[in-house]
């Protein structure tokens, strides 16, 4: 099937709703020629975008870094979203904001290009099976270059993925679902498109946003609701050896939600089933999300 047809949804670009594939940007975009723009992902639960100013707000810093002026108001943007979602007939929606530069003649020079551009796609949410939440994922770590402190973009959620594309496929050549990637000081950083935690003897472990880290919306919310749940969370750096100590492990982002973690290569997490937190936590996630606070 044609990648074009088969997509079902809505685009909504510069304020006008299109069908996907009659959704267009031109070559001279900036955000394909360089992958200068900025981008984030969502889904909605009772068709309403879950963290949605969280998410336009992180967009919004996005766009700061990599110094791309944001096209209309936050506000605005929350507009066109509804109207996206309300144009793909979906009763739920993976949701993408991207902000590009915009169209300009060939060269790095950002004056080049003065007209910021916004596409959100209102595309059907392709869920993990439930198998993956009761049995719960292998990964493998993969060491990998990070956009670190001192970078201009860093933290900046652009949609330059080539490094964490890469390190994902050479955790899929291996046979695992996610890339857990380890800077060049041998510490465990995120996944390629998600946040890790380890459950050290009831408190949860993550390393801190210094370490180079997407600041994860769901990384946030599972912190809020684990203290709630009187386990605490320590940010911290995570060598590879604690995961031959730690209880549970469990990696997050807002499509997949928070899925256990059973083995890193060859070292099996505690007794190699999902964990009692975690599995705790996932429920009680769902169940704010879906409750929309
Ligand atoms: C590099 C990276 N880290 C973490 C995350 C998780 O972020 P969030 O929970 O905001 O989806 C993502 C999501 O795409 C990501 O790309």
Redesign the pocket.
């Known amino acids: 099937m044609n990648a074009l047809t088969s997509h079902e949804g809505a685009v909504c670009i510069d304020g006008v709703i299109y069908r996907p594939e009659e959704a267009t940007v031109s070559v001279f975009d900036r955000g394909f020629l360089y992958g200068d723009s900025a981008f984030e992902?969502?889904r909605t639960y009772g068709r309403k975008p879950w963290c949605e100013s969280d998410?336009l707000v992180?967009l919004q810093r996005s766009c700061e870094k990599l110094l791309i002026p944001l096209p209309v108001s936050l506000d605005q943007l929350s507009i066109e979203t509804a109207l996206a979602v309300e144009a793909s007939g979906f009763s739920e929606c993976y949701l993408r904001l991207v902000i590009t530069r915009g169209e300009g003649p060939m060269g790095l020079d950002l004056a080049l290009a003065r007209n910021p551009s916004r596409m959100i796609y209102a595309l059907p949410l392709q869920l993990p099976a439930p198998e993956l939440y009761q049995h719960g994922a292998v990964v493998g770590l993969v060491h990998s270059g990070r956009v670190v402190d001192g970078v201009t973009p860093y933290g900046a959620?652009s949609s330059n993925?080539l490094t964490?594309m890469l390190a994902l496929n050479q955790a899929k050549q291996r046979g695992c679902y996610e890339a857990i990637i380890v800077d060049h000081a041998g510490e465990i950083v995120?996944?390629?498109?998600?946040?890790v935690f380890l459950v050290c003897g009831g408190r949860l472990i993550t390393p801190p946003v210094e370490a180079g880290?997407?600041e994860?919306?769901?990384?946030k919310q599972v912190i809020s609701i684990a203290h709630a749940m009187n386990h605490p969370t320590l940010e911290a750096k995570i060598r590879p050896e604690r995961l031959e100590t730690c209880d549970e492990m469990f990696i997050?982002?807002?499509?997949r939600e928070i899925v256990p973690i059973t083995r890193v290569d060859e070292i099996t997490i505690a007794d190699g089933r999902p964990g009692p937190i975690t599995l705790r936590l996932l429920h009680a996630y769902r169940e704010r999300a879906n409750l929309g606070k």
């Open positions: 992902v969502l998410h992180r959620k993925y964490n995120e996944g390629s498109t998600s946040n880290i997407l994860g919306i769901t990384r997050t982002s807002s499509i």
